[in-house]
């Protein structure tokens, strides 16, 4: 069964900037979509980003575009989310999720969710 694990998050200030990871231990993520979901304090979980098993094509919410870059290093299977310019609206906990296509990424149901990383941006 296919378990992938977030890190990276932590503390950050507005306007700083954090890199998480996705990663999956003894399997390979060339094949798999990968998307990050944030979910705030009392609000449901949100899509904010995906990046394609085919060409590696990456697709953003409006909230995130032109901040967070999402890329993979299959060699190291694993995938990343550069935030950048982090806003206090950003803070959440992140939970990437892996699903086993070819195609977009963006309406996938993924069924393989890890438990998720904290990240706080204040001051």
């Known amino acids: 069964q296919l378990q992938v694990v977030e890190s990276g998050g932590g503390l950050a200030q507005p306007g700083g900037s954090l890199r998480l990871s996705c990663a999956a231990a003894?399997?390979?993520?060339?094949?798999?979509?990968i998307g990050w979901f944030p979910q705030a304090p009392g609000k449901e979980r949100e899509w904010v980003s995906c990046i394609s098993s085919s060409y590696n094509r990456t697709e953003y919410a409006y909230s995130v575009k032109d901040r967070f870059i999402i890329s993979r290093d299959n060699a190291k299977s694993t995938i990343y989310l550069q935030m950048n310019n982090l806003k206090p609206e950003d803070t959440a906990v992140y939970y990437c999720?892996?699903?086993?296509?070819?195609?977009?990424?963006?309406?996938?149901?993924?069924?393989?969710w890890g438990p998720g990383t904290q990240v706080t941006v204040a001051s």
């Open positions: 003894g399997y390979s993520l060339d094949s798999y979509a």
């Open positions: 999720a892996a699903q086993h296509a070819f195609g977009g990424c963006s309406n996938l149901r993924y069924d393989y």
